[in-house]
């Protein structure tokens, strides 16, 4: 009998959960020197993840994200992800510490042009990407070159040159990353946030399994896991405007 009661009860708690709803957030530098709306202070970090953390948030992996949309698996109603763009240098001197000592998972965006130059433009290089990697950091593309993608490059003139343009920037980036860390890249961030649907096509038959924009919304179970929704961070941001962001359904 209360045993029956039980299963009853567990099933109207189960009905009356709350849907996951997925927060991306994006950041990009801690603590740069220049001037630039999106760079925000290692104190400002800090302040928005223990904000977030004491509202009751949970920070999950790139892994459970990808076990919500490939295979059904549940996150928690309040979901964060945390994603930091374009491979500078300071995300993994000075962000990531940050993550590590708050037991946040971490995932970095990048792309080649700028790995292969490396610090002294600012970025990390190939060994920073390698530690982080190692280390259970998501490492995912951004392009090769950081392009526009919905806008090839005066210099193409033809809708093959298009296609074989298109293709660096998606299968090129992905295979170019995996050779140096030597592990599977299967999750894209558009640069500049932009797509268009042809090179959404070419994310998808590169094999990308997740990919992300920044349109400022968040995701729940029926988004397009090719088209997830990230809030770009900027240097104005309050912790209350980054839960107000967080808590936003629409
Ligand atoms: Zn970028």
Redesign the pocket.
């Known amino acids: 009998m209360f045993r029956r009661l039980f299963l009853v009860l567990s099933l109207v708690a189960t009905s009356m959960a709350a849907p996951s709803r997925l927060t991306i957030l994006c950041y990009?530098h801690v603590d740069y020197p220049r001037a630039n709306p999106y760079n925000i202070s290692s104190q400002q970090l800090k302040t928005h993840l223990s904000a977030l953390r004491s509202a009751g948030f949970t920070f999950v992996t790139m892994g459970s994200v990808r076990r919500f949309y490939q295979q059904g698996a549940s996150l928690p109603s309040g979901s964060v992800l945390v994603t930091f763009?374009?491979g500078n240098h300071d995300a993994y001197t000075l962000a990531w510490p940050i993550l590590k000592a708050m037991r946040i998972p971490m995932t970095v965006?990048i792309?080649p042009t700028a790995i292969c130059v490396g610090h002294k433009r600012g970025f990390m290089d190939w060994s920073d990407v390698l530690v982080l990697s190692r280390a259970g950091v998501e490492v995912g593309a951004?392009g090769f070159d950081?392009p526009y993608l919905p806008y090839p490059p005066k210099s193409i003139a033809t809708e093959a040159q298009i296609d074989v343009w298109l293709k660096r920037e998606t299968q090129g980036a992905k295979t170019y990353i995996e050779q140096r860390i030597s592990h599977d890249v299967t999750t894209m961030?558009f640069?500049?946030g932009l797509i268009s649907p042809r090179s959404s096509a070419a994310i998808k038959k590169a094999g990308y399994q997740l990919a992300f924009n920044i349109s400022g919304k968040n995701n729940n179970r029926s988004t397009d896991s090719l088209h997830l929704n990230r809030i770009m961070i900027v240097n104005t941001d309050t912790a209350s405007d980054v839960l107000r962001k967080a808590r936003n359904d629409k």
């Open positions: 990009h763009d374009d965006f792309y951004h950081h961030a640069p500049f």
